[in-house]
Protein backbone atom coordinates (compact mmCIF):
# COMPACT_ATOMS: atom_id res chain seq x y z
CA UNK A 1 0.00 0.00 0.00
CA UNK A 2 2.97 2.43 1.06
CA UNK A 3 4.34 1.91 -2.67
CA UNK A 4 1.31 2.56 -4.16
CA UNK A 5 0.73 5.51 -2.46
CA UNK A 6 4.16 6.57 -3.29
CA UNK A 7 3.15 5.66 -7.22
CA UNK A 8 -0.18 7.72 -6.22
CA UNK A 9 2.07 11.13 -5.08
CA UNK A 10 3.99 11.05 -8.09
CA UNK A 11 0.92 10.99 -10.36
CA UNK A 12 -0.10 14.47 -8.19
CA UNK A 13 3.13 16.19 -7.61
CA UNK A 14 5.61 15.32 -10.45
CA UNK A 15 6.35 17.61 -13.92
CA UNK A 16 8.02 14.74 -15.82
CA UNK A 17 4.99 13.67 -18.07
CA UNK A 18 6.54 9.77 -18.69
CA UNK A 19 7.13 9.27 -14.78
CA UNK A 20 3.10 10.54 -14.43
CA UNK A 21 2.53 7.49 -17.40
CA UNK A 22 4.58 5.22 -15.72
CA UNK A 23 3.25 6.00 -12.18
CA UNK A 24 -0.18 5.48 -13.50
CA UNK A 25 0.79 2.33 -15.28
CA UNK A 26 2.48 1.11 -12.29
CA UNK A 27 -0.44 1.88 -9.89
CA UNK A 28 -2.98 -0.15 -12.19
CA UNK A 29 -0.71 -3.40 -12.15
CA UNK A 30 0.11 -2.97 -8.29
CA UNK A 31 -3.41 -2.77 -7.38
CA UNK A 32 -4.71 -5.77 -10.02
CA UNK A 33 -1.70 -8.17 -9.29
CA UNK A 34 -0.84 -7.28 -5.39
CA UNK A 35 -3.33 -5.37 -3.55
CA UNK A 36 -6.65 -7.26 -4.78
CA UNK A 37 -5.25 -10.88 -4.13
CA UNK A 38 -3.73 -9.50 -0.55
CA UNK A 39 -6.99 -7.89 -0.22
CA UNK A 40 -9.12 -10.84 -1.00
CA UNK A 41 -6.84 -13.38 1.24
CA UNK A 42 -6.98 -11.32 3.70
CA UNK A 43 -10.60 -11.64 4.07
CA UNK A 44 -10.63 -15.06 3.52
CA UNK A 45 -7.97 -15.52 6.58
CA UNK A 46 -9.36 -13.30 8.80
CA UNK A 47 -12.26 -15.26 8.63
CA UNK A 48 -10.69 -18.52 8.94
CA UNK A 49 -8.42 -17.34 11.62
CA UNK A 50 -11.40 -15.54 13.46
CA UNK A 51 -13.58 -19.12 13.43
CA UNK A 52 -10.37 -20.98 14.20
CA UNK A 53 -9.56 -18.99 17.68
CA UNK A 54 -11.47 -18.26 21.03
CA UNK A 55 -11.87 -15.01 19.48
CA UNK A 56 -14.56 -15.72 17.11
CA UNK A 57 -16.15 -13.39 14.58
CA UNK A 58 -18.99 -12.03 16.22
CA UNK A 59 -17.94 -12.44 20.24
CA UNK A 60 -15.49 -9.39 20.20
CA UNK A 61 -16.70 -6.11 19.03
CA UNK A 62 -12.95 -5.41 17.80
CA UNK A 63 -12.63 -8.56 15.87
CA UNK A 64 -16.59 -7.61 14.37
CA UNK A 65 -14.81 -4.01 13.39
CA UNK A 66 -12.22 -5.14 11.95
CA UNK A 67 -14.03 -7.76 9.71
CA UNK A 68 -16.17 -5.12 8.57
CA UNK A 69 -13.70 -2.76 7.79
CA UNK A 70 -11.73 -5.34 5.79
CA UNK A 71 -14.65 -6.00 3.80
CA UNK A 72 -15.63 -2.50 3.29
CA UNK A 73 -11.98 -1.83 1.99
CA UNK A 74 -11.99 -4.59 0.01
CA UNK A 75 -15.31 -3.40 -1.57
CA UNK A 76 -13.84 -0.22 -2.50
CA UNK A 77 -10.62 -0.96 -3.72
CA UNK A 78 -12.59 -3.22 -6.10
CA UNK A 79 -14.42 -0.79 -7.25
CA UNK A 80 -11.59 1.68 -7.36
CA UNK A 81 -9.50 -0.46 -9.20
CA UNK A 82 -12.24 -0.18 -12.24
CA UNK A 83 -11.05 3.51 -12.20
CA UNK A 84 -7.32 2.48 -11.85
CA UNK A 85 -7.35 0.66 -14.90
CA UNK A 86 -9.35 3.38 -17.00
CA UNK A 87 -6.67 5.84 -15.54
CA UNK A 88 -3.60 3.70 -16.35
CA UNK A 89 -4.94 3.23 -20.03
CA UNK A 90 -5.38 6.68 -20.44
CA UNK A 91 -2.38 8.04 -19.68
CA UNK A 92 -0.66 6.34 -21.93
CA UNK A 93 -2.57 8.21 -24.59
CA UNK A 94 -3.16 11.35 -22.93
CA UNK A 95 -1.52 14.63 -23.85
CA UNK A 96 -0.96 15.81 -20.37
CA UNK A 97 -1.47 12.82 -18.19
CA UNK A 98 -1.00 15.43 -15.02
CA UNK A 99 -4.62 16.78 -16.08
CA UNK A 100 -6.10 13.02 -15.20
CA UNK A 101 -8.56 13.02 -11.30
CA UNK A 102 -5.51 11.48 -8.86
CA UNK A 103 -6.68 9.04 -6.70
CA UNK A 104 -5.14 10.28 -3.79
CA UNK A 105 -7.99 10.56 -1.13
CA UNK A 106 -8.56 6.89 -1.89
CA UNK A 107 -4.95 5.78 -1.12
CA UNK A 108 -4.71 7.81 2.15
CA UNK A 109 -8.09 6.47 2.90
CA UNK A 110 -6.92 3.07 2.26
CA UNK A 111 -3.80 3.09 4.12
CA UNK A 112 -5.67 4.97 7.43
CA UNK A 113 -8.32 1.67 7.40
CA UNK A 114 -5.28 -0.74 7.23
CA UNK A 115 -3.76 1.28 10.74
CA UNK A 116 -7.04 1.14 12.08
CA UNK A 117 -7.18 -2.52 11.37
CA UNK A 118 -3.58 -3.08 12.44
CA UNK A 119 -4.12 -1.39 15.55
CA UNK A 120 -7.33 -3.16 16.44
CA UNK A 121 -4.96 -6.40 16.00
CA UNK A 122 -2.62 -5.15 17.95
CA UNK A 123 -4.52 -3.67 21.47
CA UNK A 124 -7.42 -5.82 21.30
CA UNK A 125 -9.94 -3.25 23.33
CA UNK A 126 -12.42 -5.25 25.64
CA UNK A 127 -16.18 -5.74 25.34
CA UNK A 128 -18.30 -8.43 23.88
CA UNK A 129 -20.95 -8.26 21.68
CA UNK A 130 -24.83 -9.77 22.83
CA UNK A 131 -23.43 -13.15 21.02
CA UNK A 132 -20.54 -13.38 22.76
CA UNK A 133 -21.69 -12.23 26.15
CA UNK A 134 -24.65 -15.19 25.57
CA UNK A 135 -21.83 -17.60 24.57
CA UNK A 136 -19.28 -16.66 27.36
CA UNK A 137 -22.93 -17.50 29.83
CA UNK A 138 -23.38 -20.80 28.23
CA UNK A 139 -19.50 -22.00 28.27
CA UNK A 140 -19.82 -20.96 32.09
CA UNK A 141 -23.02 -22.93 32.72
CA UNK A 142 -22.00 -25.57 30.97
CA UNK A 143 -18.83 -25.81 33.42
CA UNK A 144 -21.07 -25.40 36.66
CA UNK A 145 -22.99 -28.75 35.39
CA UNK A 146 -19.94 -30.25 34.54
CA UNK A 147 -18.40 -29.72 38.20
CA UNK A 148 -21.49 -29.94 40.40
CA UNK A 149 -21.78 -33.57 38.48
CA UNK A 150 -18.51 -34.72 38.68
CA UNK A 151 -18.86 -33.52 42.91
CA UNK A 152 -22.25 -35.74 43.30
CA UNK A 153 -20.27 -38.67 41.80
CA UNK A 154 -17.41 -38.58 44.34
CA UNK A 155 -19.58 -38.40 47.40
Same mark, same amino acid.
Given at each position: ??A?L??D? %????? @?????V?? !???A ?5 R? =? ?5 ? !? ?5 I =?? !??? %???G??R $?Y?? @? =?K?L ?6 V???? +? ?7 ? +?? !? ?11 T?? $??I????M ?6 L ?6 ? @??R ?11 S?R??A???R??V?
Amino acid at each position: MVAYLALDV %TTVTS @LDLDAVRG !AYSAMALVARY =VIVPLAL !ASVVIGI =VN !ALG %TPWGLVR $HYWV @L =VKFLLTLIATVVLLI +ETQTVRYLG +ET !AQFAADPRQLPGTLP $HSIGGLSMLLVILILSVFKPQG @LTRYGWRRQDQQARSKRAGAGTRRGSVG
